[in-house]
């Protein structure tokens, strides 16, 4: 059994023992001093959503293998909230989104003599180190390692997708301005051209420890490992060779 199976099971049970737990306190009559001096139905349904999440999220990190720390926050619900005793455990899910992050909604289940169900909101802050710009940076630049750092921030706001690393930035080409300590998201970057049409190129061919080198032109533009079409000037034979920097292209033999 590998370790994420146990992990998992042991998230399920120790879940299925809060659920026990919390369903004992739902079977004690509504008059019991146990019920009235430890907690409210709302309360009882606010904890129950807490742990559910807790080990929801952290199965969905430990399955999807992503590295960061998380803060739940359950609304609160109305105090004079009464919901009528449950004889069976109570069953939760997650109604929406498909994964545990930014603002969730927990269905509470009652399946028992007299059925209710509970939709409880909640907010999962998930927090990791992503790619953020250290000053202010002018459109159509390119990304110098100086010009980005790693900062932790709550990646459940950044809807356009975002860098984790900062060599993924590096080479990029902005294509809007930015102000400092700005996320870097996907719509903030494009593949820097590093070869325009008409330039003069090295063409490399290679095979095994062989290469041979030979002048061309290129035919379109370009960025680090992108394949364009270029022009071997000696043969005039027109090839399609991988960009490997500026004003130099490779191919295979």
């Not at 959503?49 to 430990?62: I, K, N, P, R």
């Not at 929406?96 to 930014?102: F, K, L, R, V, Y």
């Not at 002048?215 to 034979?237: D, F, T, W, Y």
Request: aromatic share 4%; hydrophobic share 40%; proline share 6%.
């Amino acid at each position: 059994m590998n370790e994420q199976t146990t992990f998992f099971r042991r998230l399920t049970s120790n879940y299925r023992k809060l659920l026990c737990v919390m369903s004992a306190v739902c079977l004690l009559p509504l008059g019991s001093p146990a019920v009235a001096d430890a907690v409210t139905l709302p309360d009882m349904l606010i904890g129950v959503t807490q742990g559910f999440l807790e080990f929801t999220v952290e199965d969905y990190l430990a399955t999807s293998q992503t590295e960061g720390r998380y803060e739940i926050e359950v609304k609160q619900l109305d105090p004079r909230m009464r919901m009528p005793m449950c004889d069976k455990e109570l069953t939760a899910t997650l109604e929406s989104p498909a994964t545990p992050i930014g603002r969730v909604t927990v269905k509470l289940r009652c399946e028992g003599n007299s059925p209710w169900t509970v939709f409880v909101p909640a907010q999962v802050r998930l927090f990791r180190e992503v790619v953020t710009t250290t000053r202010p940076l002018k459109r159509s630049g390119i990304i110098e390692p100086g010009d980005v750092a790693l900062r932790e921030r709550d990646i459940s706001l950044i809807n356009q997708g975002y860098f984790t690393s900062i060599d993924q930035a590096i080479g990029q080409k902005l294509t809007r301005p930015t102000v400092a300590d700005q996320v870097m998201t996907l719509v903030h970057l494009e593949q820097a051209e590093v070869v325009r049409k008409g330039d003069q190129v090295v063409i490399t061919a290679r095979s095994g420890t062989l290469s041979v080198r030979m002048p061309g032109e290129a035919l379109s533009n370009g960025g680090m490992a992108q394949q364009i079409r270029v022009k071997n000037l000696n043969s005039m034979r027109v090839i399609k060779a991988q960009v490997t920097a500026p004003g130099q292209v490779e191919v295979s033999m």
